[in-house]
């Protein structure tokens, strides 16, 4: 039985689309940010801290590649991951891939204390949708646009992993 991978923009709520997945479908949870934190012992602010950016990217294609391994999991993965290509070909071989498109007028209105990318500007929020959306759509298999509720989203995302299991049953 293949993953369910979440990708989207920080603050499109791909952690709590897996805890309503992983109930509805009986899979783990895994979530690569917090894999990222577990492996330094550090969480993800005080990682951009100490050692940059590229430091906590090399930590989460490990986190990702780790969770690609995994067997019946719901894998919310970073805002960022698809910035290498090499997280998402890892994950699609064991997964299949949803991108949660927010608005990112919605997200703008939520608090990212902990999101070390979008707490000192909001606006950097548009400027990230801008230049990520093209890589959200490369990488996802079933683009989830916009819905009103997140409950709206977890029924479109299960309908689709649902039909994306039977046919991979029915080709044997
Ligand atoms: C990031 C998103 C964050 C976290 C890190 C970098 C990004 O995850 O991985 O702060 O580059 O978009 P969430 O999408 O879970 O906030």
Do not use: F, Q, T, V
């Given at each position: 039985m293949k993953n369910l991978v979440l990708i989207g923009?920080?603050?499109?709520g791909k952690t709590k689309l897996s805890q309503i997945l992983s109930r509805r479908f009986g899979l783990t949870a895994l979530d690569t940010d917090q894999m990222v934190e577990e492996a330094a012992g550090l969480s993800i602010p005080e990682i951009f801290e100490q050692f940059g950016e590229e430091h906590f990217r090399q930590l989460e294609t490990q986190a990702c590649q780790k969770a690609a391994r995994a067997q019946r999991a719901v894998i919310a993965t970073g805002g960022?991951?698809?910035?290498?290509e090499e997280n998402m070909t890892a994950l699609a071989e064991t997964g299949v891939i949803f991108f949660r498109d927010r608005d990112p007028n919605a997200i703008v209105?939520?608090?990212?204390?902990?999101?070390p990318l979008l707490a000192e500007d909001s606006s950097r929020v548009f400027r990230l949708y801008e230049t990520r959306y093209p890589l959200y759509l490369r990488y996802a298999h079933h683009h989830i646009p916009h819905t009103d509720t997140l409950e709206a989203a977890a029924e479109q995302i299960a309908l689709r992993y649902e039909a994306a299991l039977k046919s991979a049953s029915s080709e044997g």
């Open positions: 923009m920080p603050g499109s960022g991951a698809i910035l290498r209105k939520e608090n990212h204390g902990g999101r």
